[in-house]
């Protein structure tokens, strides 16, 4: 049974610094994209970031620039630093794998609260 493990979370001022760290436990015999969604109450998940096995990302808009994606294939682990914090970050965020045969693994959720 594969479980994705999200980490550090939290509450932080605007303008500060998070980094979120997922991990997988058990086995999976390939991940391709990596990748991080965000979901506020009463609104879709959304996708924030991703990065595909060659290392390539992609990012939302709202946070390019501010946000970086990446990934240690060995640790089965993925990151996601999040700088310059804005209260509109403020949400739920959930890690996602993306396995073999489009199997798709997810995190339980980390709640970010961006707030003076």
């Known amino acids: 049974q594969v479980q994705l493990v999200e980490s550090g979370g939290g509450l932080v001022q605007p303008g500060g610094s998070l980094r979120l760290s997922c991990a997988a436990s058990?086995?999976?015999?390939?991940?391709?994209?990596m990748g991080w969604y965000r979901q506020v109450p009463g609104k879709q998940r959304e996708l924030v970031a991703v990065?595909?096995?060659?290392?390539?990302?992609n990012y939302a808009d709202s946070v390019k620039g501010r946000f970086t994606i990446s990934r240690d294939n060995a640790k089965m682990t993925t990151y996601l630093q999040m700088n310059n914090l804005k209260p509109e970050d403020t949400a739920v965020y959930y890690c996602h794998f993306r396995g073999p045969f489009g199997v798709d693994y997810w995190g339980q959720g980390t709640q970010v609260t961006v707030s003076s």
């Open positions: 058990g086995s999976i015999f390939r991940i391709n994209a």
């Open positions: 990065i595909t096995t060659g290392g390539s990302t």
